[in-house]
């Protein structure tokens, strides 16, 4: 159960960690999953040639049990409301980072950016011709900018869900996040209304002082919709393998509430607004 002082960091800095969320063990075996599909060898660094490959959705018991533990569900429900989100049937995507000899900032796929939440009509077209959504996805989906989609409600995301499924300190690629920079996003995506829009956040939050997502494996990270984060090269000894699945809502958050009830992710859109 989260704290009412661990709520209110994630509503001021836009994640919360839970430690021990789901066991070390399924972790471990979740990882040897992993290890199967990328069809390397774990104990033969030679043939770790990639610096990172992205792995598409699983629904493995393992993955399943990882992501719906009662610490989840408890810390799901205090954060969006109980009822208002959807279980999780699927895990991923796993972004699975190799030891590399560069520094943080040249990942591949280095980038400040917020987790889209549903498709332009165009991305709609695109996503259903035929991708095989549970096998190696592209680093970076060609025409993102034109696919992917936010809006001030964050329609079809209600937490971005960071499960380490290793070890993981600084120097291993833990996602690097602006802290309170969610509190900068609702301004720039009120004018777009529920069509919502890409956007760019190169520059959103660059003031703002930097977090690591570090932990032990089975460790996770809930972070609001809105955080701007980015992957970093990973400059360790072993390979970081980590699932960011996306908590579906039930319906939309609500920025207007009758009663004044407010969970804390839309106290958090609120406060970004100066809506107090």
């Not at 066991?23 to 770790?48: F, M």
């Not at 025409?143 to 209600?158: E, K, P």
């Not at 859109?269 to 107090?276: F, K, M």
């Amino acid at each position: 159960m989260l704290t009412a002082e661990q709520i209110e960091s994630f509503v001021a800095d836009g994640f919360v960690r839970v430690p021990n969320a789901f066991p070390a063990a399924l972790a471990a075996e979740c990882r040897n999953l992993l290890w199967k599909q990328l069809d390397v060898d774990p104990d033969d660094s030679s043939t770790w040639t990639r610096e990172v490959v992205r792995l598409g959705l699983r629904g493995d018991d393992a993955f399943v049990q990882s992501a719906n533990t009662p610490a989840l569900v408890e810390a799901y429900d205090q954060l969006v409301g109980a009822g208002r989100w959807r279980p999780l049937d699927m895990v991923g995507t796993f972004p699975i980072r190799f030891p590399v000899d560069r520094d943080p900032e040249q990942a591949e796929d280095y980038g400040w950016h917020i987790d889209a939440s549903f498709l332009s009509p165009e991305g709609v077209a695109a996503m259903s011709s035929g991708q095989d959504w549970e096998g190696e996805l592209p680093l970076v989906p060609p025409d993102y900018d034109r696919i992917f989609r936010s809006n001030l409600v964050s329609r079809g995301r209600a937490l971005l869900v960071l499960l380490l499924y290793s070890d993981t300190g600084e120097r291993d690629a833990p996602t690097l996040i602006r802290v309170g920079s969610h509190l900068d996003v609702p301004p720039l995506l009120a004018p777009y209304g529920a069509e919502g829009t890409y956007l760019a956040c190169r520059d959103v939050g660059a003031d703002r002082p930097l977090a690591m997502a570090t932990g032990r494996a089975g460790d996770a990270y809930l972070c609001h919709p809105f955080l701007v984060h980015t992957p970093i090269t990973n400059t360790g000894t072993s390979p970081r393998f980590m699932a960011q699945p996306s908590l579906q809502p039930t319906g939309e958050f609500d920025l207007d509430r009758a009663d004044g009830q407010y969970v804390p992710v839309e106290r958090a859109i609120r406060a970004g607004l100066a809506r107090g």
